[in-house]
C-alpha cells in the first residue's frame, strides 16, 4: 500500500457526516445536486479521490485499499469517527474496499451503479484499454475511447492518475470483494438503473451477498441517476438514511 494521499475537500453542513466518493474520471462535483438536501440537517463530504480533480497524484501503482486508506485517513483529519459512505460506480467500489478494511469507519452504505468483481474480458476489452491510452496520448484521449464525460480543468498528471486507477479497479478480476461482502454488518443499499451501460448484474450479484441489503433498479435510468431524476434520487438517498439512523 502507499502512504495516504492529500485529497481536495469539499466540507458543508452540520450533523451526521455523509461522504460522497465519485467513480472513474470524476470528482466532487457530480453530487452537487444532492447537497443542498443534505445540509438541510446533516454534514455533506465530497471529495476528489486520488489521481482525480485537485487531489494528489501519487506514484503508482496503485490498488483498492489505497483507496479506502485515504478515505479512513480523510476522516481522522476531520475528526470523523464514523460516516455514511454513498459510492458511485468505482467509488462504490472503494467504498465497499472501505467497509471491510476500515469497519468502525462505515456508518452506512448507498451505493449506486457498482460491482464487486469484474469479468477478465472486460477488464482488458475497457480498463486496460483506457490506461493504456491515458499512459500514450493522455486523460481526454482515454476519455473519448471510454465515451465518458471530459471534466474541466484537467491537468497533464490527470492521465496518469486515471490510468493507475483504471489498473487498481483491474484487479477485481484476480481479487473480487464479492467473497468478502458477507462481513459487511451496516445497512446497504445497491442502486442501478435498468439502463446502466455496465449493465444492473454487478449491483444485483453484490447486493444478494451483503447482508439485508437493500436493493432498487431504477427503470429507465442510466449510469447517472442522481443527475437525471434529482428529486427521486434525494428522496431515495433521505429515506434510507434516516433507516440507518433509527
Not at 111 to 117: D, F, N, P
Not at 145 to 167: Q, W
Not at 198 to 213: E, L, N, Q
Request: aromatic fraction near 6%; glycine fraction near 12%; include cysteine.
Amino acid at each position: 500500500m502507499t502512504a495516504p494521499a492529500e485529497l481536495y475537500t469539499v466540507d458543508e453542513g452540520r450533523g451526521a457526516p455523509v461522504l460522497f466518493l465519485h467513480g472513474l474520471a470524476g470528482d466532487h462535483g457530480v453530487f452537487s445536486r444532492q447537497v443542498p438536501d443534505v445540509v438541510r440537517d446533516r454534514r455533506a463530504i465530497r471529495v476528489d479521490a486520488r489521481g482525480h480533480g485537485r487531489s494528489e497524484v501519487p506514484e503508482g501503482p496503485w490498488r483498492i485499499e489505497d483507496f479506502a486508506a485515504d478515505f479512513a485517513a480523510l476522516l481522522d483529519r476531520l475528526g470523523i469517527d464514523a460516516a455514511h459512505v454513498v459510492g458511485h460506480s468505482g467509488g462504490g467500489v472503494f467504498a465497499m474496499r472501505m467497509a471491510l478494511d476500515h469497519p468502525g469507519r462505515v456508518r452506512s452504505l448507498f451505493l449506486v451503479g457498482t460491482s464487486a468483481e469484474l469479468k477478465p474480458e472486460i477488464a482488458e476489452k475497457s480498463y486496460s484499454r483506457w490506461a493504456s491510452v491515458a499512459e500514450a496520448e493522455g486523460l481526454e484521449a482515454a476519455l473519448k475511447v471510454a465515451r465518458l464525460p471530459v471534466p474541466n480543468g484537467i491537468r497533464p498528471e490527470h492521465g496518469a492518475g486515471f490510468a493507475r486507477t483504471c489498473r487498481a479497479i483491474s484487479r477485481l478480476v484476480d481479487e473480487p470483494l464479492a467473497p468478502h461482502l458477507g462481513d459487511i454488518r451496516v445497512p446497504t443499499a445497491f442502486v442501478v438503473g435498468d439502463q446502466d451501460p455496465f449493465g444492473p448484474g454487478g449491483s444485483v450479484k453484490a447486493s444478494r451477498t451483503v447482508p439485508g441489503a437493500d436493493l432498487q433498479i431504477l427503470a429507465g435510468q442510466g449510469h447517472y441517476p442522481f443527475r437525471r431524476e434529482v428529486e427521486d434520487f434525494n428522496r431515495r438517498l433521505r429515506v434510507f438514511l434516516e433507516a440507518a439512523e433509527g
